[in-house]
């Protein structure tokens, strides 16, 4: 088969397709096929963040390479241990091991890369790489148990896709602490089968943070001593790709090297410490989103306000606050959460509006446990990121939180003297 040209141009012109299809898309999910990358990708409409549970079909979905063709059947998980090594299927998944629900909200930690200006690579998400499903599945604690996993130590968990290539692995790393911890090998999404694109028959699921570190498809679990590096894997092909050279955060053009460790975890705690150089994209970083008004149609006012709905996260962090402007940020509310209160699943917050007729552009920011709040834009100075300021700008695009970007402007109609919509009758 005959390559098309990917020159530098080309895959400018590929991407800015990708962009009028995933941002400016009406009605519907949409799945995008970027064959210079080999991405797919589908996204929701903004309305997705007004509901808790984000349905199957309005989930995001992002990988890589095709998803593979896999008869359930035949498939095992290979698990490796300090006492050696077992498979298990799915049938003993299910059967012999214990199940639970986890809540949990997936997030692309190339959410918010198409607020990078200047433009980065890869896919340009805006803020629709975000969903939360109840996936079904066995304990890690417990799958790791089986082969004499006691404690976590220092050691890692390193899970192999079964979308690898021959010359390029897909695996990921995660501290073994947080395997142990609340992660799980699922085979359900929202009380279903796991969906092909979602990982059939069996994916892990690391609550809370980026979607990357749940890999999909999974055949493959390691304890090892350090998290992957390159030829550490007796594999051919690449191992490292995904673990050290994307999905770090650092400035254009630096070579981001590779680690065996780091002292902490937490996204922003590498970045605000200074102590890892270029951070590893692991737990997610406080965000949100509004859901109701989508600025699609203008909103009537019921009894002089309108309803402003959204959802907000923080990794396996919580959301302990969310404030919404409606004037484009001179002035801010605090908004009430309310709905269901899982550990590493978003919130739902609403204000009720005293909404003027006219333009109006909708923020809501939010701010986390630890005191991190959204800041208002994406910045190329470093700086002013670490004082807290703005979203360091980094060559991949990753894990951006600025809250200007999400919002949304409304158009607002009169309301009449019943309290009803001027236009809706
Ligand atoms: N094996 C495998 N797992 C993978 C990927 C992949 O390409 N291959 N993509 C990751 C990325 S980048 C994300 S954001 C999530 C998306 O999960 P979802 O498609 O179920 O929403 O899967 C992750 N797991
Ligand atoms: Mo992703």
Same mark, same amino acid.
């Given at each position: 088969m005959d390559e098309p040209d990917r020159g530098p141009e080309r895959r400018h012109g590929s991407r800015s397709e990708e962009i009028a299809a995933i941002v400016e898309r009406k009605g519907g999910v949409v799945e995008v096929r970027d064959e210079a990358d080999r991405y797919t990708v589908v996204g929701p409409e903004r309305g997705t963040f007004a509901d808790w549970l984000t349905p199957i079909g309005e989930h995001y979905v992002c990988h890589r390479n095709l998803v593979p063709d896999i008869d359930a059947e035949e498939w095992s998980v290979s698990v490796a241990g300090p006492d050696g090594e077992a498979t298990f299927d799915v049938a003993d998944l299910r059967e012999s091991l214990p199940t639970v629900a986890v809540a949990h909200t997936m997030e692309c930690a190339g959410n918010g890369r198409g607020q990078h200006v200047p433009e980065t690579g890869s896919v340009q998400w805006g803020f629709e790489a975000a969903g939360t499903a109840f996936w079904t599945g066995t304990p890690l604690s417990s799958v790791l148990r089986e082969v004499g996993v006691e404690g976590a130590g220092d050691r890692w968990l390193t899970m192999i896709g079964g979308d690898s290539l021959e010359e390029e692995v897909f695996a990921r790393s995660v501290p073994l602490g947080k395997a142990l911890d609340d992660c799980l090998l699922a085979f359900g999404m929202n009380g279903q089968p796991l969906p092909p694109e979602h990982g059939y028959p069996v994916r892990v699921v690391v609550p809370g943070w980026y979607g990357v570190n749940s890999v999909k498809w999974v055949e493959e679990l390691r304890v090892t001593d #350090?998290?992957?590096?390159?030829? #550490?894997?007796?594999?051919p092909g690449s191992h490292a790709h995904w673990q050290q050279d994307t999905y770090r955060i650092h400035p254009e053009g630096a070579d981001p090297g590779e680690n065996e460790s780091v002292p902490e975890a937490d996204t922003w705690a590498q970045f605000e410490s200074g102590d890892v150089e270029h951070p590893y994209t692991f737990d997610q970083t406080v965000t949100s989103v509004i859901g109701s008004p989508d600025g699609e149609a203008p909103v009537a006012p019921r009894g002089g306000t309108v309803e402003v709905l959204g959802v907000a996260w923080a990794g396996d962090d919580a959301v302990t606050r969310v404030d919404v402007s409606t004037d484009d940020g001179e002035t801010w509310a605090e908004a009430s959460l309310f709905g269901p209160d899982y550990d590493c699943a978003w919130r739902l917050f609403r204000h009720a509006w005293d909404a003027a007729p006219g333009g109006h552009t909708l923020l809501s920011r939010a701010t986390d446990e630890r005191g991190r709040t959204q800041p208002a834009t994406i910045s190329q100075d470093w700086e002013r990121a670490r004082a807290g300021e703005a979203f360091p700008w980094n060559e991949g695009g990753y894990a951006a939180n600025a809250y200007r970007p999400n919002g949304v402007r409304v158009t607002v109609e009169r309301e009449d003297g019943d309290g009803r919509s001027a236009e809706a009758d």
């Open positions: #350090a998290m992957v590096t390159e030829g #550490a894997l007796d594999r």
